[in-house]
């Protein structure tokens, strides 16, 4: 079972965008979920998640007080709102939930059900 991410695309500095991650055949409030990103030549880094139960979230260095993760659970789909864009947030966006055995969410290590991304391109 994998998860959909969707809603990227190009956008100028200091825009915005909403990603969303949407999943079938499970709920996704019964697990954390956590979006990653990975940018030509570099190594995938966790940029937000939200925990399972008590919803606390995690954010990277990079993205605080500019990005939000959030769950809409009518719709079994977590979003990712970005504001303020910069270059250096261009990359592939992926959604994945954890397995249950642990995980960290700023490597992505104990993550599955990995979609396909979705491309985020901040460029003037």
């Known amino acids: 079972v994998q998860l959909q991410a969707s809603g990227g695309g190009l956008v100028q500095p200091g825009g915005s965008l909403r990603l969303s991650c949407s999943a079938s055949?499970?709920?996704?409030?019964?697990?954390?979920v956590g979006w990653f990103r990975q940018a030509p030549g570099k190594e995938r880094e966790g940029v937000a998640c939200i925990f399972r139960g008590d919803d606390m979230t995690y954010y990277a260095d990079s993205v605080k007080g500019r990005f939000t993760i959030s769950r809409d659970n009518s719709k079994n789909t977590v979003y990712l709102q970005m504001n303020g864009l910069k270059p250096e947030d261009t990359g592939v966006y992926y959604c994945a939930r954890d397995w249950g055995m642990g995980y960290v969410c700023s490597t992505g290590s104990g993550f599955g059900s990995w979609g396909q991304g979705t491309q985020v391109t901040v460029s003037s």
């Open positions: 055949g499970f709920p996704l409030d019964t697990y954390a």
